[in-house]
């Protein structure tokens, strides 16, 4: 497993690959066998009404994250999310004896499971705290690097307070439908600057920070509807009307793979169009056409949708079907064909500054309280805790 993730350049440094060859992840699933436990695959262990609440994370992820993280021999290090103990076994290895490593889940179930992992494996050097991570854990702080290995919508500020000066803090971050892995520094003006971003898919926090479903239903056609919490809201009847009644297809000007869709058109489309929306296949489609959502239940795509209130339509990426053909951008409701117009232009203009996806993003979290004078950035993203400006180094965003 090790060999493939430094092959694979997910294991970069010396001290994250002496960490992964230290500590054996069968130990942290019990139960599974070694080719299960070695595979290059997250591991459900807890699941509530069919939804997974916990996992061991995929290896590869955990490898891109300590890297991101870049723990010294010494540190004192805050995990938020201990689920199976890996992780935390793996940061144990990173301090060494001379740091110290927090580790908080809020099942206690959980905790107790990770107690027996971390004696099975040797390692006593990980405090294991049940709680609510929303919160941190105040009596250990302050820590030189906060990881959250769930998904948060927003930057706490009991994260920040507990952050040691020139601090990182690593969390996977909605941004507009996207989560973005995004290694922050704190500087010494109290504003985070991100040192890297990464695509990822975590688990997303239970708790005081958990967020609302951001997925709108769509009444009759098996589809969610979701924009971003910051903007307008449009109405789910007139998007739904819109969606079933099309008005064509048209061929995507810029050659557009399914991989780049949702964290490089697709996270460019929602910081650059206020309209950007994601449309996801919820159910077996009954009434809805499968010329938008051809891969069915569990699938979903990019768009965009009319303001709330202007003429109804919707413009959306074709995903699926034909892997060497362009592909296709429906265009539905009244104000379908402008939207596919609108929703072509930004897809080129995403192509003339050489397709970002999401490394290529750096973010700027101001907490609020905060005044700090920062230049104009390429998009704003307003959260309740803090406010995000992000920015494409080195390119020109007209
Ligand atoms: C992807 S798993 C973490 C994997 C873990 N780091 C490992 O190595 O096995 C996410 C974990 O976050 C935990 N979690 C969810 N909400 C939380 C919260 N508010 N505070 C602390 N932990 C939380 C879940 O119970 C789950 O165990």
């Not at 004896?97 to 990770?114: C, F, H, K, M």
Request: net charge negative; aromatic share 4%.
């Amino acid at each position: 497993m090790v060999d493939a993730l430094r092959d694979a350049g997910r294991v970069c440094s010396a001290a994250v690959e002496e960490a992964f060859r230290a500590v054996p992840r069968h130990l942290f699933l019990p139960g599974l066998g070694l080719a299960e436990a070695y595979a290059d695959e997250a591991v459900a262990v807890q699941f509530a009404g069919g939804v997974a609440t916990s996992s061991a994370s995929q290896p590869s992820m955990v490898a891109i994250m300590l890297e991101q993280l870049d723990v010294r021999p010494g540190q004192r290090v805050l995990e938020i999310g201990a689920g199976t103990g890996y992780n935390a076994a793996l940061l144990a290895r990173l301090v060494g004896p001379t740091g110290a490593v927090t580790s908080v889940d809020i099942d206690e179930d959980l905790i107790d499971r990770a107690a027996v992992h971390l004696a099975s494996a040797g390692v006593d050097r990980v405090e294991l705290v049940a709680g609510d991570g929303a919160l941190g854990h105040a009596p250990g702080a302050p820590y030189d690097r906060i990881v959250l290995t769930v998904g948060s919508d927003d930057v706490r500020p009991e994260w920040l307070a507990q952050l040691a000066p020139g601090g990182r803090l690593l969390l996977p971050l909605a941004v507009r439908g996207s989560q973005l892995s995004t290694a922050f520094d704190l500087g010494p003006d109290g504003v985070l600057r991100s040192h890297s971003v990464r695509s990822c898919a975590f688990i997303r926090l239970r708790g005081a920070a958990a967020s609302p479903d951001a997925n709108t239903c769509l009444d009759g056609i098996g589809v969610a509807l979701q924009v971003p919490a910051d903007g307008p809201q449009p109405d789910a009847a007139a998007v739904a009307g819109a969606l079933a009644d099309p008005r064509g297809h048209r061929d995507c000007t810029v050659p557009l793979g399914s991989v780049d869709v949702w964290d490089g058109f697709g996270l460019w489309l929602a910081l650059t169009e206020p309209g950007a929306c994601r449309l996801l296949a919820v159910e077996p489609q009954t009434a809805l056409p499968d010329d938008l959502l051809p891969l069915g239940a569990g699938s979903g795509t990019v768009g965009l949708v009319a303001a709330p209130g202007a003429v109804p339509g919707v413009a959306a990426v074709v995903l699926g079907g034909d892997d060497r053909a362009p592909l296709r951008v429906r265009a539905s409701g009244p104000s379908g064909d402008a939207l596919a117009e609108r929703l072509l232009a930004t897809l080129e203009r995403w192509g003339a500054v050489e397709r970002p996806g999401a490394p290529d993003w750096r973010f700027v979290a101001v907490p609020r309280g905060i005044d700090v004078d920062l230049p104009e950035r390429a998009a704003v993203v307003d959260k309740r805790h803090c406010r995000l400006l992000a920015d494409l180094p080195g390119r020109t965003i007209v």
